[in-house]
C-alpha cells in the first residue's frame, strides 16, 4: 500500500488583546492671516481630509436671494484668478484629488481629498478656490440653471418633499430655517454672478474661517505649506454678527401633503431640541438610537418585523444649529414609508410604540446592543481620515470642545437604561409631534383622522 502523506498545519492565529481607542485628538493653531486649523497626523492614512469652514450661515442670505450661499459653494470649483473652470477641473484631476462645496445652516464647507505625496498642489488649488475664485458670470449661470432643474426632481421625491413641509411647519415663516436650504425657484431664478460675489466679499475671510488637516503628515512641513497656501489668503477682520435663536412650534398636528394615486405614504414625524451642548444628549442619542437607530430597534421590530407596514422606520436627531448659550437646536425626527392602505395602522402602532416605551421604558438589552452598536464600532467608522476631519469639523461648527466626541463616547458607555428612556421620552412626547404624510389624501386623511393624533390638514403637493 501506498503510504498516505501527512499535512503539516500552521498554528491558527490567535486575536491579540484588544487596544484601547479614542477619538484622536487634534492640534490648534492660527495662521498669520487669522486662519484657524486643526490638524491631526494619522499614520497610514495616505489620502488627506482637508475641510475649510466658512462663517456664511444660511441666515446671512439677502432677502429674496435664498439659495446664494449654496451658488457660491458649487462656483468655487469653476474657476480662479489662475485657471478656468476646465483648467481647475483638469488640475484637480492631475493631483487625484476631490473638491467639495456645500451650504447648511451654520455655514459653507469645503472638502478636499488629496494623496499626501500630492498635497501642496491640493491645498495650492484650495487656497486658490478661497482667495481668488472667478464667479464668472457664464459659470454662475449655468450653476442657476442646473439648481433650477433640480428643484422640480426634490418635489417630486417624498422625502425631500416631507422635510420640506415639515420645516415649514416647525419654524416661523420670517425663519431662514422654515424655508429651503438651496433655495426656491422664485429666489434662485434671481441670483446672478453680482449677488454671489457680493455674498462672498461680506461673508469670506481667514479670520473667521477654520480648517482642519487630516492624514499622514510624514515628513510633511505643515506650517510651512499652509503659510505659503492658505496663509496666501488675505481678508478684514471680521464682524460680530447676531445669531436669531431658534424658535419652533411643535403644536401635535398632522400635515397631508396630497399626492393622489400614491401607493406608498411617507413618515416624517418630527420636532425641535436640545443640541449638543445639554447635558442630556448622551442619553438622547442612545435612547433614539434604541427607538429607531438599527434594524433591532423597537421601532422596526413592531412596525417591519411584526406587522410588515415597511421596509423600515427610523428615528434621529440631527444638529440644525449649535450655540453654547441655549440658542442651538436640532430637530428630532422619525421617518420611513408604509403603505397606503396601512397607513392609519401603522400610525397606531408608532404612537403605541411611544407610549408603551413612556409607560415601561426600554429595556437593559436594548440599551446594551445600542451601546455596543454607537461606541464599539466606532474605531471601524473613524478609519479613514475624511470621516475624522468632517466630524471634527462638525465640532467646530457647533461650537464644542475639540475632545467633545471622545467624551461622548465615554458618556454613552456610561448613560444607563432609565437615563436613555427619560431622554427619549421627552424627545418625543405624543402629544407635541408634528406628523408629515406625503400620500393619496382621499385614502388617507379619515384614517389618521380617527386616530385623534391632531388636526389633519391636506395641501397640494405642488
Known sequence: MTELATMEFHP???AGDARPWAFPAPERGTLDNGLTVLRCHRPGQQVVAVEVLLDAPLDAEPAGLDGVATIMARAFSEGTDQHSAEEFAAELERAGATLDAHADHPGVRLSLEVPASRLPKGLTLLADALRAPAFAESEVERLVRNRLDEIPHELANPSRRAAKELSRQLFPASSRMSRPRQGTEETVEKIDAGAVRAFYDRHVRPATATAVVVGDLTGVDLDALLGETLGAWTGTPGEPRPVPPVTADDTGRVVIVD??????????????????????????????????????????????????????????????????????????????????????????????VLRTVAADGLTDAERDVAVQNLVGVAPLKYETAAAVASTLADQVEQHLPDDFQATLYRQLAATGTVEATAAVVNAFPVDRLVTVLVGDAAQIKAPVEALGIGEVTVVAAE
Open 12 to 14: 491558527r492565529p490567535q
Open 259 to 352: 399626492r393622489p394615486g400614491a401607493v406608498q405614504t411617507q413618515l416624517l414625524i418630527g420636532r425641535v431640541g436640545p443640541d449638543r451642548h445639554d447635558r442630556v444628549w448622551p442619553a438622547q442619542v442612545l435612547g433614539t438610537y434604541c427607538l429607531g437607530g438599527t434594524l433591532t430597534s423597537r421601532l422596526d421590530r413592531v412596525l417591519r418585523e411584526e406587522k410588515g407596514y415597511t421596509y423600515g422606520v427610523r428615528s434621529f436627531g440631527q444638529v440644525l444649529r449649535s450655540a453654547p448659550d441655549g440658542t442651538g437646536a436640532s430637530m428630532l425626527a422619525i421617518s420611513g414609508s408604509v403603505d397606503t392602505p396601512n397607513t392609519g395602522p401603522a400610525l397606531e402602532d408608532l404612537w403605541k
